[in-house]
């Protein structure tokens, strides 16, 4: 059983038998009557968000999730395929449980998922991956004022706003989490 002290980002709870995780938190101490913690909860199953007061002293159940290795192998339609690196068993799982970020998937790439009762729930990223440019339009030389931006399309298909000075074949950073350009990197 996990305390109001253990409350954190990211800790995943079971609520009326549903599992959440905490999306963020914040400690109140009124003048008059007990302290207690705001917190926003993110169901595992639905993506709903709950907003819950836990008074100080109140124990949460930890959910009954298990997180694994797992390796991006290919995309069929709007399902990906994923791989376990320990027993190879292989899942599938809709795009949609990744997000906005499942159009930066590239071959091979290493993901956790979240199990919750032998069913995945969610899928973490790696926070930056590496992607090429496969077409992008000439920056147009005199159109520097300020921060000005282009887009790009990079190897998986996805386009994101580059800087006008990135060109076809540059290697990119991207953050998975905002899905905006980092910086350009070396071969």
Not at 17 to 35: D, I, L, M, S
Not at 174 to 179: E, K, L, S, V, Y
Request: charged fraction near 30%.
């Amino acid at each position: 059983m996990y305390d109001t002290s253990d409350i954190r980002k990211g800790l995943k709870v079971l609520i009326d038998g549903n599992p959440f995780t905490v999306v963020e938190f914040q400690f109140v101490k009124p003048g008059k009557g007990a302290a207690f913690t705001r917190t926003k909860f993110k169901n595992l199953l639905s993506g709903a968000v709950i907003e819950r007061n836990i008074r100080s002293g109140e124990k949460l159940e930890p959910a009954n999730v298990e997180e694994r290795d797992m390796q991006f192998l290919f995309r069929d339609g709007d399902d990906l395929t994923f791989m376990d690196e320990k027993n190879y068993e292989q899942v599938t799982l809709s795009a949609q449980l990744v997000g906005k970020a499942s159009d930066l998937l590239t071959d091979n790439l290493k993901c956790a998922v979240l199990f919750f009762n032998e069913r995945p729930v969610d899928v973490t990223m790696p926070t930056f991956v590496f992607l090429e440019v496969v077409a992008t339009e000439p920056g147009v030389r005199g159109d520097t004022s300020g921060n000005v931006t282009k887009p790009a399309t990079v190897q998986t298909g996805a386009e994101v706003a580059v800087p006008l000075f990135i060109n076809i074949g540059d290697m990119l950073k991207i953050d998975t989490r905002t899905h905006e350009y980092v910086e350009r990197v070396k071969k």
